[in-house]
């Protein structure tokens, strides 16, 4: 059994469609909430309204690390997305904590990206394009077949 954790951008459905394409594959995922809603405003729901912005995110943010730690401390491999529509500091932030930690990393992302996640891409064991790729190459880490 492979635990994969699906880090980054949450706009699209690239977690589904690696998640599909590893059909058939011994693999438990987990990721983060991909309620954009919901991943934002869990703070102040669970412990309460903040006036003040800043205190609303940190609520937010805090709780949410709770569960991206133990996502990433319990995996295998993490697999981190950079999408196109938002700056995704939360991903970079993932992928050097799982780089720390010494966790095999894939990045997913944009040609157009390379040189602005050159860091990100030099810690990482492999960089992917596409979600087929991702899923291509987490095939071949837990059975060896092309």
Known sequence: MLKVYLSGEIHTDWRETVKAACAGLEIEWSAP???????DDCGVAIFGAEENKFWHDRKGAALN???????????????????EKYKQWNAAFDAGYAAALGKPIIVLQRPEHQHALKEVDAAANAVAETPEQVAR?????????L
């Open 33 to 39: 909430v991909t309620d954009h809603a919901a991943s």
């Open 65 to 83: 690390a709770i569960r991206t730690r133990r996502g990433i401390e319990g995996c295998d491999v993490l697999v981190v997305c950079f999408g």
């Open 137 to 145: 190459a987490l095939r071949y880490v837990l059975t060896g077949a």
